[in-house]
């Protein structure tokens, strides 16, 4: 079992910042998952971890029911396109990552844009029908 190289330095320097971090997982063995993700020292950085069958936009909703946050305060990635629809169907901010690479600084500052450009019009749209 590994990770992509640079997945161990993206969660931890998200985590030490103190940005909570949860995983959506379709694997039906939330056991083996926990083992797996434990074995690689990542299990307790998580918080809400959603790890059974059924689709992205299902586990995101339990994630913001069991948090307390909104779909649109989430920075999903995915390396299926399917999986970032779904996650984008809910409200929240999705980014498609390379197969290749995985989840990398890069794909970090991608997501962190798409987010903030997100944030901005949500902002604006709330101003403009308060001033309606």
Same mark, same amino acid.
């Given at each position: 079992?590994?990770?992509?190289?640079?997945?161990?330095?993206?969660?931890?320097? !998200?985590?030490?910042?103190? +940005?909570?971090?949860?995983?959506?997982? =379709?694997?039906? /063995?939330?056991?083996?998952?926990? %083992?797996? !993700?434990?074995?690689?020292?990542?299990? $307790? !950085?998580?918080?809400?971890?959603?790890?059974?069958?059924?689709?992205?936009?299902?586990?995101?909703? %339990?994630?913001?029911?069991?948090?307390?946050?909104?779909? %649109? @305060?989430?920075?999903?990635? $995915?390396? @299926?396109?399917?999986? +970032?629809?779904?996650? =984008?169907?809910?409200?929240?901010?999705?980014? &498609?990552? $390379? *197969? %290749? *690479?995985? &989840? @990398?600084? /890069?794909?970090? &500052?991608?997501? &962190?844009?798409?987010?903030?450009?997100?944030?901005?019009? =949500?902002?604006?749209?709330? =101003?403009?029908?308060?001033?309606?």
């Amino acid at each position: 079992l590994a990770l992509f190289p640079r997945v161990r330095a993206v969660l931890g320097f !998200l985590s030490s910042r103190g +940005v909570p971090l949860s995983i959506a997982s =379709r694997s039906p /063995d939330l056991a083996h998952a926990r %083992a797996a !993700l434990r074995a690689l020292s990542l299990w $307790d !950085l998580f918080e809400s971890p959603q790890v059974y069958r059924g689709a992205k936009d299902a586990h995101l909703r %339990a994630i913001a029911e069991a948090t307390g946050r909104r779909p %649109a @305060d989430m920075l999903f990635f $995915d390396d @299926d396109a399917r999986n +970032v629809a779904r996650a =984008r169907g809910v409200g929240a901010t999705a980014v &498609l990552v $390379d *197969r %290749a *690479r995985g &989840l @990398d600084p /890069d794909a970090l &500052l991608e997501g &962190l844009r798409e987010h903030r450009t997100a944030a901005r019009q =949500r902002g604006a749209l709330s =101003r403009w029908a308060s001033a309606a």
